[in-house]
């Protein structure tokens, strides 16, 4: 599936970092790969397209989009898959991700990433769905946990029992984000080692970093902050339980020149690497956080 290793470290690929990206950078500092999110590459055209397919020639790149809405009641946008697998046949990923989510019903867009009813019902319309993706795509599809804010009264299980018993239902992959499970975690008071416990190491094939708004009582996804102590040591415990897995920074927000963003995957770097030593995640975190 994947030419990028599991120890391996990336970067979300912004307009703000196309020219840097595209010069020499630090032996031991170099993004090992990028990831796009694919609603901006769909015309087949333009000046993004050119910026992607020159650092496609040095990067390895993987796709994540936000458009799926895998979860919503409404059909699949057959259009829009159509325009996703030419994509990915153009660049060729090494994988392909969206979000378990839904973004809209009755053909209005939310533009936001909603939570899943965690229920039976959920559970049999996402299978259904998935193969149905992957089938027009010709690719396994790879989801991401959201962060959340509210439950669902309906909720017949909890977000990481869901997670889990979709991904052994449906065989599709998961990109993990580890600060959405902190985030939802805070927001709604579970553990958020139970719930990277309950992850099948083998279906997830990517991490994903980010900052967070802290308001105490709410915790916000917000993308726009470095990765906070919490969620470098949650980040440890995750490559502790699952081994290494392929990790990227993921910033959205008050985009950082790249040299930061730089240090900040050789902070993810030096954690997996003291990890790999058997350090508790407090210890592997250490000096870092």
Same mark, same amino acid.
């Given at each position: 599936?994947?030419?990028?290793?599991?120890?391996?470290?990336?970067?979300?690929?912004?307009?703000? @970092?196309?020219?840097?990206?595209?010069?020499?950078?630090?032996? *031991?500092?170099?993004?090992?790969?990028?990831?796009?999110? %694919?609603?901006?590459?769909?015309?087949?055209?333009?000046?993004?397209?050119?910026?992607?397919?020159?650092?496609?020639?040095?990067?390895?790149?993987?796709?994540? *989009?936000?458009?799926?809405?895998?979860? %919503?009641?409404?059909?699949? %946008?057959?259009?829009?898959?159509?325009?996703?697998?030419?994509?990915?046949?153009?660049?060729?990923?090494?994988?392909?991700?969206?979000?378990?989510?839904?973004?809209?019903?009755?053909?209005?867009?939310?533009?936001?990433?909603?939570?899943?009813?965690?229920?039976?019902?959920?559970?049999?319309?996402? !299978?259904?769905?998935?193969?149905?993706?992957?089938?027009?795509? =010709?690719?396994?599809?790879?989801?991401?946990?959201? %962060?959340?804010?509210?439950?669902?009264?309906?909720?017949?299980?909890?977000?990481?029992?869901?997670?889990?018993?979709?991904?052994?239902?449906?065989? !599709?992959?998961?990109?993990?984000?580890?600060?959405?499970?902190?985030?939802?975690?805070?927001? @709604? *008071?579970?553990?958020?080692?139970?719930?990277?416990?309950?992850?099948?190491?083998? =279906?997830?094939? =990517?991490? @994903?970093?980010?900052?967070?708004?802290?308001?105490?009582?709410?915790?916000?996804?917000?993308?726009? @902050?470095?990765? !906070?102590?919490?969620?470098?040591?949650?980040?440890?415990?995750?490559l502790g339980r699952l081994g290494p897995k392929p990790t990227m920074i993921e910033r959205d927000d008050q985009i950082p020149p790249l040299a930061d963003l730089l240090a900040e995957l050789a902070t993810a770097r030096d954690v997996a690497r003291r990890v790999?030593?058997?350090?508790?995640?407090?210890?592997?975190? *250490?000096?870092?956080?």
């Amino acid at each position: 599936m994947s030419s990028i290793q599991p120890d391996s470290f990336g970067l979300g690929l912004r307009t703000e @970092h196309y020219q840097a990206l595209a010069e020499p950078l630090p032996a *031991g500092l170099r993004p090992d790969w990028l990831e796009i999110i %694919s609603e901006n590459y769909l015309v087949p055209g333009g000046k993004p397209l050119w910026h992607l397919e020159r650092l496609r020639r040095d990067y390895p790149v993987v796709m994540h *989009g936000v458009s799926l809405s895998i979860g %919503s009641a409404d059909p699949l %946008s057959l259009d829009y898959l159509r325009e996703l697998k030419a994509l990915a046949d153009r660049i060729q990923p090494a994988w392909l991700s969206d979000h378990l989510c839904w973004t809209g019903v009755d053909h209005r867009n939310l533009h936001d990433l909603l939570p899943m009813p965690y229920t039976e019902a959920s559970l049999h319309h996402l !299978c259904g769905r998935i193969a149905q993706v992957q089938e027009l795509l =010709q690719r396994p599809l790879v989801l991401e946990n959201v %962060s959340s804010y509210v439950a669902f009264a309906a909720d017949e299980m909890d977000e990481a029992c869901f997670v889990a018993e979709l991904l052994r239902r449906s065989g !599709c992959r998961l990109l993990l984000d580890v600060n959405n499970v902190y985030v939802s975690a805070r927001n @709604h *008071g579970f553990d958020p080692r139970a719930y990277i416990d309950r992850m099948p190491a083998a =279906q997830v094939v =990517q991490i @994903h970093l980010a900052g967070h708004e802290d308001l105490g009582e709410l915790v916000v996804d917000t993308h726009d @902050h470095a990765v !906070c102590p919490a969620v470098w040591e949650l980040y440890a415990y995750t490559l502790g339980r699952l081994g290494p897995k392929p990790t990227m920074i993921e910033r959205d927000d008050q985009i950082p020149p790249l040299a930061d963003l730089l240090a900040e995957l050789a902070t993810a770097r030096d954690v997996a690497r003291r990890v790999a030593q058997d350090l508790t995640p407090a210890a592997a975190v *250490g000096a870092f956080a």
